[in-house]
């Protein structure tokens, strides 16, 4: 069954298969690996492999690989490829788990250990990599996707009706939950262990963004700051260019992508590789500032202008790719820009967690600005506002009905104006479903329940806390991982293409945690820091722009091209399948959007994502 498992994940890895088999006394270990050739191409590094006692399975990259192999060298190691998959088992055999903290990259590694019967499971720091497992009735089943634990014909595909509440609140499942039962996420630094011999699973925590939150500011000046910052950046940067294929830069225009392909075209002679994505629609199009970027950094740039119609094509696709309910629609323009990068090179860095790490969220404005505003309006005013904005439809609303976004803010706001603190503040601008609603929605017989969630964290520490630094943290362990990193890494990997984030570096990570908060948001200007190294490289004038990005319109297409996905997959009959909804809730919510309620549509688009992913994979 490990064949057929490797065999559901082609797209991961389009050079080869492999397999590894093992009967030991009261078990049977199978081990599959579908290879996306990154570093050492030969045959000689394919994977499941063997070293001494030692068996791997590893996806991801080790960017400090060459570094790691010369000091194993010294201590009498020989190697016989030139991977980094190789130095990860030398590493392991020579430290055990303290070899972990010498690994500066992306990865979800098995090791399976043939002397001591134990296997040996590790994510990285911030979740780049997935890893999905199931423990169940004395299988262990493991994978990058669901869709390999899926095509094991003993995985019991039986929904978690929780997990469906976490999804539609969230648009995603929150780790260490997966939609189905007895299916979970390794937590982001994170290991576990599996004794073969008493079946005894146990996790432990390796790495924690809060040990670095929770200690003393750096004792620095703001313009120290940016030169130290930018060193750290250019070499987490580099690291990311280790690769025996070509590498590109995904380049949007915006502060982060720029930042990455500023300092990387400033250390190499070779031109680099960017890519673009634009729209047909004006006014969503950004390429044309990504193309005077690029031409100002002298890069090799590819852009392509893409079609509504060729956006709206890959939504049926979505649910093949993302095998649990995912509603993040950036998904369609990463997927777009990934199948363009994919002609030219095979490994592609975004600029992903730029906004986590320095404070770039419009969410990180509104407490500066607004938090304190809003707990200082007594309580009955703010609940007599979020009832007249309940009666009061967001396409009412003059000039501010045709900016981006303002329809799903309007809906969310409403939300804040009962609990302005900035636990409330995150959660309700980062919901879509409020509690209330949520359980109108789900029939009485369901009995969902809340998951506990990192949302939740209380893990700041009083003597470091502020506003912002609690809101960031809760991000990173979050949204930054659950909703980004999968967005990227299942759009990449559908294109057979590496995503990397050289944002990610625990270097990076652990230094940013220890920044003041008023150097990352200062004087009201959000990732002050990352704008001011930009400076260097592009003028100002050039950056200072209101943001677009590559804005999806759902709502529109809601209701026009899509409206026949939403009668089809929303019909009576397509939600009683499952028995989870009242339909009569579903109905109202339609009925609603349909009769003008456009701020509905993010409900819309959630169920739609939903209802779709469950006809390909839940039944």
């Known amino acids: 069954m490990v064949v057929q498992m490797a065999a559901s994940m082609p797209h991961r890895g389009p050079d080869g298969q492999s397999e590894f088999f093992e009967e030991a006394s009261e078990v049977q270990v199978g081990l599959g690996h579908r290879r996306l050739s990154i570093i050492d191409l030969s045959h000689s590094a394919d994977q499941p492999m063997l070293y001494e006692d030692l068996v791997i399975v590893f996806n991801g990259e080790v960017y400090n690989y060459k570094e790691i192999k010369e000091e194993l060298t010294g201590k009498g190691h020989q190697f016989r490829t030139t991977s980094d998959t190789e130095v990860i088992l030398h590493s392991w055999k020579e430290w055990g788990p303290d070899a972990i903290h010498k690994w500066h990259g992306m990865f979800s590694i098995v090791l399976y250990d043939r002397s001591r019967q134990e296997l040996v499971a590790i994510r990285d720091r911030a979740g780049v990599k997935p890893f999905y497992y199931s423990f169940r009735e004395g299988l262990f089943l493991f994978g990058s996707e669901l869709k390999a634990l899926a095509a094991h014909p003993a995985y019991k595909k039986e929904l978690d009706p929780d997990a469906v509440g976490a999804f539609l609140q969230y648009g995603y499942v929150p780790a260490p939950y997966a939609i189905f039962n007895d299916t979970f996420k390794l937590r982001p630094g994170h290991l576990m262990r599996l004794n073969l011999k008493n079946r005894d699973l146990r996790t432990e925590q390796y790495w924690n963004v809060y040990d670095h939150y929770n200690k003393p500011k750096w004792n620095i000046s703001l313009e120290d700051t940016v030169t130290e910052t930018e060193q750290k950046l250019e070499k987490a940067f580099q690291y990311r260019m280790v690769a025996d294929v070509p590498v590109g830069v995904f380049l949007s225009g915006g502060f982060d992508s720029t930042c990455v392909t500023a300092l990387l075209q400033k250390n190499n ?351």
Not at 591 to 601: L, T, V
């Open 269 to 619: 002679m070779e031109k680099i590789r960017t890519f673009t994505i634009g729209s047909t629609d004006q006014q969503l199009n950004e390429a044309p500032f990504a193309q005077e970027i690029a031409a100002r950094l002298g890069t090799d740039h590819t852009e392509y202008y893409c079609t509504s119609k060729e956006a709206i094509d890959i939504i049926p696709e979505l649910p093949f790719y993302y095998d649990e309910p995912f509603a993040d629609s950036s998904a369609i323009p990463t997927i777009l820009v990934s199948r363009l990068a994919r002609q030219k090179v095979t490994v592609a860095l975004s600029a992903d967690a730029g906004d986590e790490i320095f404070a770039g969220y419009n969410r990180y404005a509104y407490m500066s600005r607004y938090g304190r505003k809003l707990q200082g309006i007594p309580a009955p005013l703010r609940k007599m506002a979020a009832m007249w904005m309940e009666k009061i439809s967001s396409d009412r609303i003059p000039i501010l009905r045709n900016k981006t976004n303002f329809h799903s803010r309007y809906d969310k706001i409403k939300n804040l104006l009962n609990d302005p603190s900035p636990g409330e503040l995150l959660k309700n601008l980062s919901i879509v479903f409020p509690e209330k609603e949520l359980q109108r929605l789900f029939d009485p017989h369901s009995g969902i329940n809340r998951l506990p969630t990192l949302h939740n964290s209380r893990e700041l520490k009083d003597a470091f806390y502020d506003p912002l630094s609690f809101m960031m943290a809760v991000d990173f362990q979050t949204y930054m991982t659950d909703d980004i990193l999968q967005k990227v890494d299942r759009a990449a990997m559908s294109a057979s293409l590496e995503g990397r984030d050289p944002f990610l570096d625990q270097d990076v990570i652990e230094w940013a945690a220890r920044l003041p908060a008023d150097y990352k948001f200062h004087n009201g200007v959000k990732k002050y820091i990352l704008r001011e190294i930009v400076y260097k490289y592009i003028p100002k004038q050039m950056m200072d722009r209101p943001k677009m990005g590559f804005a999806v319109p759902v709502a529109d297409w809601l209701q026009n091209e899509l409206k026949y996905l939403v009668e089809e997959h929303l019909s009576e009959a397509a939600v009683k399948a499952h028995g989870l909804f009242e339909y009569t809730a579903v109905y109202k919510l339609k009925q609603a959007f349909y009769s003008g309620r456009k701020e509905k549509y993010l409900k819309i688009w959630h169920l739609l994502m939903f209802q779709m992913w469950y006809k390909r994979w839940g039944v």
